[in-house]
T-cell receptor
């Protein structure tokens, strides 16, 4: 399995609080992704990174920001969490873009009360 | 990126062959077709990729007709452990934009 860890694995927080999720990889892959998964919506891309300090928005980026200051870490921040952001969040990595295989982390279950 | 359409769900009995078809009418010349599998409480994992005709590996086969407007993922003799969501993705390697996963097909294997 690809070396990808996500922390925390579970988190419960209250509306309006800031939350940061961390994705850490040991594969030295250039590309990193954050997805959310909700019942009935499948897997939706939030943000992705194509290099250190290079990031771009996905289809559901509103309310989220990301940072990548080094190759191995990709942070997802909810500046002011809302109940609609209750979800399972997956991080993924790939060596190249497009058709290259994405390897997924174990996921983080976030509950916003 | 080419839009894909898959059935929302499918049921199958153990031991049967399962075929999941994905429609991608506006597939471009440089696009590849990629399938991922997601077990409950896990992230998706790559299972197979192809460009045309047939690709087979230890997990599945992928059939792509000449016009490439659809593709079929074939799982031989499924077991309960094949219960998962299967995603069809279509796209090429140009630029940095990742492929779109969509909602996938939920396969339930029944004993």
């Amino acid at each position: 399995d690809a070396g990808i860890t996500q922390s925390p694995r579970h988190k419960v927080t209250e509306t309006g609080t800031p939350v940061t999720l961390r994705c850490h990889q040991t594969e030295n892959h250039r590309y990193m992704y954050w997805y959310r998964q909700d019942p009935g919506h499948g897997l939706r891309l939030i943000h992705y990174s194509y290099g250190v300090k290079d990031t771009d928005k996905g289809e559901v980026s509103d309310g989220y920001s990301v940072s990548r200051s080094k190759t191995e870490d990709f942070l997802l921040t909810l500046e002011s969490a809302t109940s609609s952001q209750t979800s399972v969040y997956f991080c993924a990595i790939s060596a190249a873009s497009g058709t290259d295989t994405q390897y997924f982390g174990p996921g983080t279950r976030l509950t916003v009360l | 990126l080419a839009k894909t359409t898959q059935p929302i769900s499918m049921d199958s009995y153990e031991g049967q062959e399962v075929n999941i078809t994905c429609s991608h009418n506006n597939i471009a010349t440089n696009d590849y077709i990629t399938w991922y599998q997601q077990f409950p409480s896990q992230g998706p994992r790559f299972i197979i990729q192809g460009y045309k005709t047939k690709v087979t590996n230890e997990v599945a086969s992928l059939f792509i007709p000449a016009d490439r407007k659809s593709s079929t993922l074939s799982l031989p003799r499924v077991s309960l452990s094949d219960t998962a969501v299967y995603y069809c993705l279509v796209g090429d390697d140009s630029g940095n934009t990742p492929l779109v996963f969509g909602k996938g097909t939920r396969l339930s294997v029944i004993a």
